[in-house]
């Protein structure tokens, strides 16, 4: 059975940082590319950032320099350390696994407020 469980959200004020942590079960980890969603209130599911198999990182332009993503293939584990958080931040982050197939993991809410 696959599971993706992402943990890491929570509130925080402008400016600040927080990291997003997906742990991957059930899958062959290291052939996937792993990728960060999100999805604000009253809004579509968009991709935020993306990392293949081979490391390679691509983002999107909103998030470009402030947003990290990374992997660790021992751990089965997929990264997203978001640093100068802006309030339109806000939303539930999803993780995804893509291969021959897709998953997704049940989100994790981003709330950036003061």
Known sequence: QVQLVESGGGL???????????????????????????????????????????????????VKGRFTISRDNAKNTVYLQMNSLKPEDTAVYYCNALSTHHYWGQGTQVTVSS
């Open 12 to 62: 925080v004020q402008p400016g600040g940082s927080l990291r997003l942590s997906c742990a991957a079960s059930g899958i062959i980890f290291s052939v996937y590319a792993m990728n960060w969603y999100r999805q604000a209130p009253g809004k579509q599911r968009e991709w935020v950032a993306g990392i293949t198999s081979g490391g390679s990182t691509n983002y999107v332009d909103s």
